[in-house]
T-cell receptor
């Protein structure tokens, strides 16, 4: 079955540590996206990539980094520079924006 | 600057009645609109979409209406069911080359039995 997989589902991190969230898709979609959801804030775009080896900053990129070495994979690193990293993180992919996104099931990151 | 606005953070409806979720947009370039439904701790799932060449699109209990002159769209759910309780996001794009969807902040719908 084609889909988009985020792992892990829950992640705990100590303050000051970097952590990488995984996102893999087997839908053959060119575009991939990372969003963050906080209560009352909706979905805020962190980074997106239209093609391998290229990515653009979204609205809240500070404190995050990404790579796109393979079409299937778009990992997100939450660095120690991110001031409020505790949130629900969503990865999505798309063959074309007008067809909408397919979302993963999300990763809940908690800083302890 | 919010280009897609969902002004009601929450909505409560009785089971069997109609739910109407509203969405306004400011960018006149938008010509394609989508609704997503999201349960807690899960990713959003696509619900229904509409192109600006139409003013209505129906899929079972879900109907989306588009009023281009008012830059307003609404999602109607009839009849509402308890399983419809979720957060609903409105999103917009334009056919000229949007690289990403622009989302509203969402409306939390609660359908009471």
């Amino acid at each position: 079955d084609g889909g988009i997989t985020q792992s892990p589902k829950y992640l705990f991190r100590k303050e000051g540590q970097n952590v990488t969230l995984s996102c893999e898709q087997n839908l053959n979609h060119d575009a991939m996206y990372w969003y963050r959801q906080d209560p009352g804030q909706g979905l805020r775009l962190i980074y997106y990539s239209q093609i391998v080896n290229d990515f653009q900053k979204g609205d809240i990129a500070e404190g995050y980094s990404v790579s796109r070495e393979k079409k299937e994979s778009f990992p997100l690193t939450v660095t120690s520079a991110q001031k409020n990293p505790t949130a629900f993180y969503l990865c999505a992919s798309s063959i074309q924006v007008l067809y909408g996104y397919t979302f993963g099931s999300g990763t809940r990151l908690t800083v302890v | 600057d919010q280009q897609v606005k969902q002004n009601s953070p929450s909505l409560s409806v009785q089971e069997g009645r109609i739910s109407i979720l509203n969405c306004d947009y400011t960018n006149s370039m938008f010509d394609y609109f989508l609704w997503y439904k999201k349960y807690p701790a899960e990713g959003p799932t696509f619900l229904i979409s509409i192109s600006s060449i139409k003013d209505k699109n129906e899929d079972g209990r879900f109907t989306v209406f588009l009023n281009k002159s008012a830059k307003h769209l609404s999602l109607h759910i009839v009849p509402s069911q308890p399983g419809d309780s979720a957060v609903y996001f409105c999103a917009a794009a334009w056919q000229g080359g949007s690289e990403k969807l622009v989302f509203g902040k969402g409306t939390k719908l609660t359908v009471n039995p």
